[in-house]
């Protein structure tokens, strides 16, 4: 069914851009027609008209424009239009990314119990991720021993096979072995030389199930404006142990996907930049969320693992790629160091990660060779949950970063 709809809505795309191709010929020598469509030159205005109008919302952006086809010719001829081909693009990103990172993804049936994460046979439930795992157990790590220290990593005690990396792009590889072994491009400056991570929300008021005394007003399902109960006070709990390990941090508390969700990638683009031509000594750019599995009956799935006794919420890194045809010629950088991200969570706990998400957007990753989407548990797990994983993601990362200091 899904294929049925990219099919006719690619169908319409085409038919709509043909009728746009046959009126524009149709009209050139026409002053009062063209008077008119040079009245909507405004910025990207008449990109996001023209696309909403034809495209509805797409899903598969290709090079330059984004577009393909008849359409993506009808752009590049009009010269309004090509002036504006990264504003096409970007809008394109930001509909598929928003479209993708939302609770009305796809879902599992009601019936239908999610399937281990670290099998290949996955029941589909949300573009982030791929199911809900059962909870695993570990014994490697009490409460107690979950202090703020940097982890001392053990890199020869994982192998690419502990490694795993759910592939969405639309044909981009990676070598898991090479990028373990190969040199770290991550590099970062002292402490004292200035800030080192920034850590920052586009989806802030994402939020967990509510439990116990952790009960907040919705501003929509599972979300809420209240900081003590969104991605804030994960990413403060983040900041809290990077610091104890003696990084440098910044955590960026605006929120950039209210009143207004549409838009937010845009919108924490240029939050980054800002802080990056503040302080040019941010190397590490975190943009921490939460996932949501929703099932078809609006059940919400949460993704756990057991630690010495404790519920823990996993975490999954998200990496982004130039398969969207949006500039990013260094994602193999970022990759290389989600890999060791990935390692530094499975020898602290194996059932700690989920698998490596990559994917075509680029989700402003460029920006940094640090920069990393993490994703800590889901709408289902508790806050609770997630601020035990956020602790022990922050932990195993302070590993990493920690090495990667000049």
């Given at each position: 069914m899904k294929q049925w709809k990219k099919l006719l809505r690619r169908g319409v795309a085409l038919v709509s851009a043909g009728a746009a191709v046959w009126l524009t010929a149709r009209t050139a020598d026409l002053s009062g027609a063209w008077d008119t469509l040079s009245s909507l030159r405004a910025g990207e205005a008449v990109v996001t008209a023209l696309l909403e109008a034809t495209l509805g919302e797409p899903e598969d952006p290709l090079s330059g424009a984004g577009l393909e086809g008849v359409l993506r010719?009808?752009?590049?001829?009009?010269?309004?239009?090509?002036a504006q081909g990264e504003a096409v693009a970007a809008w394109l990103e930001e509909t598929e990314a928003t479209e993708e990172t939302s609770a009305e993804s796809e879902a599992l049936p009601a019936e239908e119990e999610p399937e281990g994460a670290d099998g290949a046979d996955r029941a589909e439930a949300s573009s982030l991720s791929d199911a809900a795992p059962e909870t695993a157990s570990s014994d490697q790590l009490t409460p107690e021993e979950d202090s703020a220290e940097a982890l001392a990593v053990d890199w020869g005690s994982v192998s690419a096979d502990?490694?795993?990396?759910?592939?969405?792009?639309?044909?981009?590889?990676?070598?898991?072995?090479?990028?373990?072994?190969?040199?770290?491009?991550?590099?970062?400056?002292?402490?004292?030389?200035?800030?080192?991570?920034?850590?920052?929300?586009?989806?802030?008021?994402?939020?967990?199930?509510?439990?116990?005394?952790?009960v907040y007003n919705e501003t929509d399902t599972s979300r809420t404006t209240d900081e003590n109960y969104n991605m804030v006070r994960i990413g403060e709990e983040m900041k809290a142990v990077f610091e104890?390990?003696?990084?440098?941090?910044?955590?960026?508390?605006?929120?950039?996907d209210y009143?207004?969700?549409?838009?937010?990638?845009?919108?924490?683009?240029?939050?980054?930049?800002?802080?990056?031509?503040?302080?040019?000594?941010?190397?590490?750019?975190?943009?921490?969320?939460?996932?949501?599995?929703?099932?078809?009956?609006?059940?919400?799935?949460?993704?756990?693992?057991?630690?010495?006794?404790?519920?823990v919420a996993q975490v999954m890194l998200v990496v982004g790629t130039n398969d969207s045809g949006l500039e990013h010629p260094n994602w193999t950088d970022n990759m290389a160091v989600a890999v060791r991200l990935q390692a530094a969570m499975v020898a602290l706990s194996p059932g700690l990660a989920r698998d490596i998400d990559l994917r075509s957007q680029r989700f402003n990753q460029h920006l940094t060779t640090g920069s990393v989407l993490v994703e800590v548990g889901t709408s289902g797990n508790t806050l609770q949950e997630a601020l035990a994983g956020a602790r022990l993601f922050a932990q195993a990362a302070a590993a990493v970063y920690l090495e990667c200091v000049e």
């Open positions: 010719l009808a752009v590049e001829d009009t010269p309004e239009l090509a502990d490694i795993g990396v759910d592939n969405d792009t639309g044909g981009k590889t990676v070598d898991i072995s090479a990028l373990l072994s190969g040199e770290m491009p991550l590099k970062l400056q002292s402490a004292e030389a200035g800030p080192q991570i920034l850590i920052m929300h586009t989806h802030t008021t994402e939020a967990y199930a509510m439990s116990g005394d952790d104890a390990c003696g990084l440098s941090v910044i955590h960026d508390i605006t929120t950039y009143p207004s969700y549409n838009g937010s990638y845009g919108r924490s683009l240029a939050g980054i930049q800002a802080y990056l031509e503040e302080y040019p000594t941010i190397a590490v750019v975190l943009d921490v969320h939460r996932d949501a599995l929703i099932g078809s009956d609006g059940t919400a799935y949460a993704t756990t693992t057991e630690i010495g006794g404790e519920s």
